[in-house]
């Protein structure tokens, strides 16, 4: 508290960034619900990754400006939120660490990275070259500080984390959602598949 002025956050893109500061309002005809502005007043620095365009989703930024050029000396610390629905949200923040954070010692933390997909190779470096190279050099550094996977099915579970313990894997009761079992621990993150596959499958 009292230091929110040196934290900067990046939202996706501009407009996700104005409906934090100013909320949006709801579309019943749609469905879509009501935003409330919740940074409204506060006194972090809201900033965005991307400002998408059409030459943008063709992988084409001729109008790019670094997102380090909006940076300022007071920033303390980074978050990027959920990064994830356009490749180029979390190669921005790469691009962050690359050109200012990384030897200006500013830390970024990332919230709902979506970081197994990259790791699990679900974009093919063949047509995402640079996404692969920053899966291999960037996407490893990262710590999980505080991680919760949900696994549905006929063999329901969770892969939790909470910093600085273990990785854990509970099994959840398909006839009473709220009661887990922790049935494995370990220190290094398992995969999913090994997740649903072999420890929630073979659990009794």
């Keep these: ?8 956050i990046f939202f996706p893109d501009k407009q996700e960034m104005a409906v934090a500061a100013s909320g949006a309002r709801g579309d019943p ?9 919740l940074f409204k007043g506060q006194k972090y620095q809201l900033d965005y990754l991307t400002e998408p365009t059409p030459l943008l ?11 380090a050029a909006r940076c300022r ?10 990064p994830s629905f ?11 660490w690359k050109s200012h954070a990384r030897a200006a010692g500013v830390p970024i933390i990332v919230l709902n990275g979506e970081f197994e997909r990259l790791r699990s190779g679900y974009y093919p470096s063949l047509f995402y070259p640079k996404l692969a190279k920053c899966s291999e050099e960037f996407i490893p550094d990262f ?3 505080y991680y919760i996977r949900n696994f549905k099915g006929s063999r329901p579970g969770v892969l939790f984390r909470s910093y600085p ?3 854990q894997v509970y099994r959840r009761d398909p006839g009473d959602w709220d009661n887990l079992r922790c049935i494995h621990s370990q220190e290094e993150m398992p995969s999913l598949r090994q997740v649903s ?4 499958a073979s659990a009794m």
């Excluded at 005809?29 to 502005?37: D, I, L, Q, S």
């Excluded at 356009?86 to 962050?96: G, K």
């Excluded at 596959?197 to 929630?200: A, E, K, P, S």
């Design 1 to 8: 508290r009292g230091r929110e002025s040196g934290v900067r």
């Design 29 to 37: 005809g749609t469905g879509r619900a009501e935003v409330a502005p």
């Design 57 to 67: 989703d063709l992988g084409l930024d001729v109008m790019k400006r670094p997102v």
């Design 73 to 82: 000396e007071g920033d303390e610390v980074y978050i990027a939120a959920y």
């Design 86 to 96: 356009n490749v180029n949200e979390i190669l921005a923040v790469w691009e962050l």
């Design 143 to 145: 710590q999980a500080s």
């Design 165 to 167: 313990g273990p990785w």
């Design 197 to 200: 596959m072999d420890f929630l």
